[in-house]
C-alpha cells in the first residue's frame, strides 16, 4: 500500500479504524472522483470494487496486530477478507486468533454443535452445508493454534501420535503394497475402458435410446412435455440425463487424462494420500484408548492378500486391530481398507 500514513491517525499514531470502516462502505456504491480518491488513498491501481475493500481490509488486519482487546467487528472484517481461512489466521495476532477460536465456540454452542467440534469424520451424520461448515471452521482455527502455539500437552500428544504412528505404517509395509498394487491394476481397467471408442459410441447409443424412450411415452401419454407430477415420465427424463451424464464424464476423462501413465500417476498418488490419512485416523483413535505408548509391545501381526492384523497392549490394555480390504477387485469402485479396533481381555 503507498500511502500507509494516509489511513493513520497522526495525533494518536494510531491506525483510524472508524475512517477504514466509512471507506469500505463508500467503496460499495462509489464512482468517479469518490473511487479514484480510494484508489489514491489505498494505493490500488484496480478500479475494482473488491480490490479496493480487500486493501482497506488489510489495513484493518494490520489495526488488529496492535489490539488485546477484539470486538464483533474485528470478527467480521477477518470473515470478509479473500482467500482461504488458514492463510489469513497467519497475518493475525494470537490474541486475535484465540479470540476466533472463542467466538466460533460460542457459535457452535448456540446451534448444540459444540459436541462435534472435534470429529475427524462425517461420515454417518446428518449435517447442514451450514453446519458442516460451521464444524470445520473452528477445527481449522484450532488446528492453527495447536500448530503455532502448542500446549505442552498438545505437544506430548503429538510425539505420541508419531510414534504410533510411524510403528503401524512400517508393519503395515507388505499391506500397502498390495493395496498400491490394487490400485494400479484398478487404474488401468478404468483406462483401457475410456480409451476405448467403442464404449463412447455405446453410451451415444444409450443416450438416443433414453430420448426415443421419452418421446414414445409422450405418444403414449398424447402429452407434449412432462409434469412435475409425473413420476413415472420422470424416470425416463431422469434415465436420460443419467446417459448424457455418462458420456460427458467419458469425454471429461479424456480431456483430464491424456495417457494411461497420467492417469495411474493420479490415482496412485490418491492412494499413498489416503493410505496416509487412514494411518493417522487410527493412530488418533488408539490415543483415545489411553494405551501407554512407551510402554506398547504388538504381536501377532498378520500381512495377508485379503486383510492386515496385529495386537497391541500397553501391559494393562489390549486392543486387536484389523483391516479389510473392500472393492479388492472392483471394475467401477476403487479398492480401500477399513480398519476395525476390538478391545481383548
Not at 484398478?186 to 453410451?203: E, I, M, V
Amino acid at each position: 500500500m503507498k500511502k500507509f500514513s494516509s489511513y493513520i491517525n497522526e495525533s494518536s499514531k494510531e491506525i483510524d479504524v472508524e475512517m477504514l470502516h466509512k471507506d469500505y462502505e463508500v467503496a460499495e456504491w462509489a464512482t468517479g472522483q469518490e473511487k479514484k480518491d480510494l484508489m489514491d488513498k489505498y494505493g490500488v491501481t484496480s478500479k475494482k470494487k473488491a480490490d479496493i475493500q480487500a486493501a482497506i481490509l488489510k489495513a484493518l488486519q494490520e489495526s488488529r496486530k496492535n489490539k488485546k482487546e477484539f470486538s464483533n467487528d474485528d470478527i467480521q472484517d477477518f470473515f470478509r477478507m479473500d482467500g482461504k481461512l488458514e492463510t489469513n489466521l497467519k497475518d493475525e495476532s494470537i490474541e486475535f486468533v484465540e479470540f476466533l477460536k472463542d467466538y466460533l465456540y460460542k457459535d457452535l454452542k448456540k446451534r448444540n454443535l459444540e459436541r462435534y467440534a472435534l470429529m475427524k469424520s462425517f461420515s454417518g451424520y446428518r449435517f447442514s452445508s451450514q453446519e458442516k461448515h460451521m464444524i470445520q471452521r473452528y477445527q481449522k482455527v484450532i488446528n492453527y493454534l495447536a500448530e503455532v502455539n502448542p500446549s505442552q500437552e498438545e505437544i506430548d500428544e503429538k510425539v505420541k501420535l508419531e510414534m504410533i504412528n510411524t510403528r503401524i505404517t512400517e508393519l503395515m509395509g507388505d499391506f500397502k503394497v498390495i493395496y498400491i498394487g490394487r490400485i494400479k491394476k484398478y487404474a488401468k481397467n478404468q483406462y483401457s475402458y475410456y480409451s476405448d471408442n467403442n464404449n463412447l459410441k455405446a453410451l451415444k447409443a444409450e443416450v438416443k435410446a433414453c430420448e426415443k424412450a421419452v418421446e414414445d411415452y409422450k405418444k403414449k401419454k398424447n402429452i407434449r412435455w412432462i409434469s412435475y407430477s409425473d413420476y413415472e415420465g420422470i424416470k425416463y427424463e431422469k434415465a436420460v440425463d443419467k446417459a448424457i451424464k455418462k458420456v460427458n464424464n467419458f469425454n471429461a476423462f479424456n480431456k483430464m487424462y491424456p495417457s494411461e501413465a497420467s492417469y495411474i500417476e493420479k490415482c496412485l498418488k490418491d492412494g499413498e494420500e489416503v493410505f496416509a490419512s487412514n494411518i493417522q485416523a487410527i493412530s488418533e483413535r488408539l490415543l483415545k484408548n489411553e494405551l501407554d505408548v512407551s510402554n506398547i509391545s504388538i504381536s501377532d501381526v498378520k500381512n495377508d492378500p485379503k486383510f492386515f492384523e496385529m495386537m497391541l497392549t500397553d501391559g494393562k490394555k489390549k486392543l486387536y486391530l484389523r483391516s479389510v480390504f473392500a472393492a479388492a477387485d472392483s471394475v467401477k469402485m476403487i479398492p480401500h481398507f477399513r480398519f476395525i479396533i476390538t478391545n481383548r481381555k
